[in-house]
């Protein structure tokens, strides 16, 4: 009787066990990528930041508003169609570049979520950054950058009911403390006062924290129903169209020198290579981030995209050779610290990533 319990239950146990080797398998390469995501967007800041000091940028005067948010979205612009290319590239070399097509025209089911995920990480959260970047300087745009997770993980517990543990609580609030701490004295010790139009710069905090968070939470839905390779592709084809036919022309037709700053950016090689290193950064950061979210979900992936900040002030301490200040290190402690605890989340515990009563799919 005993081998016939045995032989009945060993099916299940199986099951059981290869369930949880999956999840413990899915847990672990979800932090990995978001690892890469942090890694590659605190690499952005340094090519990001520096192409504000080449032609034609370094030559607008700092209190021509108009002319400056002129070249944000130009910056934007050029800066989509330069990931746009290196992940043509991405696809086609993982044979995927038919996918995308298929799933760039289902826009009723699934691409319209890519292209309103587009806006938020384009034309607000991106613009945004490169705003706060060139109206207050690039310490305020990393720091205020640092609080995405959180409207992430609100938006998506919110809208379709992801969870949030005690585990993830607990880390993203110490990942950000941990960014906080590295950037909050930098901050305070800027002369952002003396700067023209730094009220900008300070919207432009705030839509680059608010664009990225609900980026992840946006772009989850469509990646229900399709691979995150693919996904991404969409969501830079729709901005380089939200950029190229909507927003652009109206600014030219406005009398902005548009097309002067583009053509001036292409053919300026200093500035062509600081976009370039920027997209390959932003391209292969995108994808770890999208890739991250159906894994581990858009709160944990984004928290722990948030040790970019750690990543950030490294970069830029290997280019400038200063060694970083006591505070880096009590922030880089929170950060690692953080993310350790969110890893030592059981993995069963990610197998659903959403509670029961939500809504399924992502049409």
């Not at 979520?113 to 990393?142: D, E, K, Q």
């Not at 370039?276 to 995108?286: G, K, R």
């Not at 890893?343 to 799919?361: K, M, N, V, W």
Request: hydrophobic share 55%; glycine share 10%.
């Amino acid at each position: 009787m005993s081998n016939v319990t045995s032989i009945q239950t060993s099916p299940s146990a199986a099951l059981a066990d290869a369930l949880h080797r999956h999840a413990a398998r899915s847990k672990r390469w979800g932090f990995i990528f978001a690892l890469w995501t942090a890694v590659l967007w605190g690499a952005w800041y340094v090519p990001g930041t520096a192409l504000w000091y080449e032609f034609p940028y370094s030559a607008i005067p700092e209190g021509d508003r108009a002319l400056r948010l002129t070249a944000v979205a130009v910056m934007t612009f050029v800066h989509a169609v330069a990931v746009f290319l290196f992940l043509l590239v991405w696809n086609g070399v993982l044979g995927k570049v038919s996918d995308f097509g298929r799933t760039f025209v289902r826009f009723r089911r699934i691409s319209k979520w890519y292209a309103l995920a587009s806006i938020c990480g384009g034309p607000i959260a991106i613009f945004g950054s490169y705003m706060a970047m060139g109206f207050v300087g690039p310490v305020f745009a990393a720091v205020t950058s640092l609080f995405y997770p959180v409207f992430g993980a609100l938006i998506a517990r919110l809208w379709y009911r992801e969870k949030i543990t005690t585990y993830a609580a607990i880390g993203m609030s110490l990942i950000i403390l941990g960014g906080v701490a590295i950037y909050g004295p930098e901050l305070f010790g800027q002369d952002s006062g003396a700067k023209e139009h730094a009220w900008l710069g300070y919207l432009g905090g705030l839509m680059s924290a608010i664009g990225w968070g609900a980026e992840g939470a946006v772009a989850a839905r469509a990646m229900d129903v399709s691979d995150p390779d693919t996904g991404i592709q969409c969501r830079f084809s729709f901005e380089i169209m939200f950029w190229g036919v909507l927003i652009l022309p109206v600014l030219a037709f406005f009398g902005l020198p548009v097309f002067r700053l583009i053509a001036d950016t292409l053919a300026d090689g200093r500035a062509m290579l600081w976009i370039v290193l920027a997209s390959v950064c932003h391209a292969f950061c995108y994808t770890s981030f999208y890739k991250s979210f159906g894994l581990i979900g858009v709160g944990r992936g984004e928290a722990i995209g948030n040790l970019y900040a750690v990543f950030a002030l490294l970069f830029i301490a290997a280019f400038t050779l200063e060694f970083p200040p006591v505070y880096f290190i009590i922030g880089l402690v929170l950060a690692v610290g953080g993310s350790f605890v969110m890893f030592r989340e059981p993995a069963d515990a990610i197998t659903t990533l959403r509670d029961a009563q939500s809504e399924g799919g992502a049409v």
